[in-house]
């Protein structure tokens, strides 16, 4: 199996559409945004075009205000990797979710047992008393790696993060290395170039994704009820792009703030996911604007799948 991970805006996409074509290739999408309806502008979901006749997997499948964990993700990849196989062909994994790539190759074991009502309510409490940020120092405190990768408004994150902290004793992150186990041979690529170059691409993606209709798309999540003006804790309330609407929509900033926001909120977003991906020692890092570290990949896999 191959996979094509790293930041936001960084062409992912690009490279593995040109793997899936060149090797008789699907893509099975590992991004924890894009598998949601209705929200493709704001989450730049490839269109038809981009996809340019290949099949794409796991996108615009689940409903805005279902839960859906890395567990359940990693049950359905590994049900279409084997499912893709079965018919000869090559399973891709592209996108830049971490924790989803973990759940799927290396079968983490999340410390399921390390679970406490009491503790999370008590916790819960604290957030709403003190404010996201003061539980987010807590977690910063106890693992400094995990406070790095969960992003302060994902409280649910946050809890579950200082849950396996306090009852295990073991902050999350060591436990996330310490039990990894592989279960797929993989070829993984990461998307690399320096770091203005990533930054003048999100940037213009921003910018691209307005012109394409995000405020438009963004009026309709309204009119579905999927968003609505006063919410904050929905998870498509938090998706960086409606999240900076909604609070223009509050009146909190103008139009142009709200834009500005999103480009800063998507570079610090890359950031994270950036550090997450540089612990991982199995991934080759290239340059996709460069046609030999593109070639250099291609024969990569070529040898990697001669076994």
Request: hydrophobic share 40%.
């Amino acid at each position: 199996m191959i996979a094509v991970v790293g930041p936001t805006a960084s062409g992912k996409t690009s490279l593995a559409i040109k793997i899936a074509k060149r090797f008789n290739g699907e893509i099975i999408s590992m991004d924890s945004m894009q598998i949601y309806k209705y929200m493709s502008v704001g989450t730049a979901k490839p269109t038809v075009e981009e996809m340019d006749g290949v099949v794409h997997h796991l996108l615009d499948f689940v409903e805005p205000g279902d839960t859906f964990t890395a567990n359940d993700y990693a049950e359905l990849a590994r049900e279409k990797i084997n499912e893709i196989t079965s018919r000869g062909k090559l399973p891709i994994l592209c996108g830049g979710t971490g924790l989803y790539l973990n759940s799927v190759l290396y079968a983490y074991e999340m410390s399921e047992a390390a679970s406490d009502d009491n503790l999370r309510a008590e916790l819960e409490a604290f957030a709403a008393q003190n404010g996201n940020d003061a539980l987010h120092d807590r977690l910063r405190a106890l693992d400094p790696q995990s406070a790095t990768e969960i992003h302060p408004n994902n409280v649910k994150r946050v809890i579950r993060a200082l849950e396996i902290c306090i009852l295990t004793g073991k902050p999350r992150s060591e436990q996330m290395t310490a039990e990894a186990k592989n279960v797929y041979p993989a070829l993984i690529f990461g998307m690399d170039m320096p770091r203005d170059e990533l930054y003048e691409r999100i940037n213009k993606r921003v910018d691209i994704m307005l012109s394409q209709g995000l405020l438009a798309e963004f009026e309709d999540l309204l009119l579905r009820g999927i968003l609505s003006k006063n919410d904050t804790t929905s998870q498509a309330s938090q998706a960086i792009g409606y999240k900076e609407l909604l609070s223009y929509k509050r009146g909190e900033i103008t139009l142009d703030e709200a834009v500005e926001q999103i480009k800063m909120n998507s570079r610090r977003y890359a950031k994270r996911q950036l550090t997450w991906f540089r612990r991982n020692n199995d991934i080759i890092w290239i340059d996709p604007r460069k046609d030999d570290n593109v070639a250099t990949a291609l024969e990569n896999i070529k040898t990697f799948l001669k076994g």
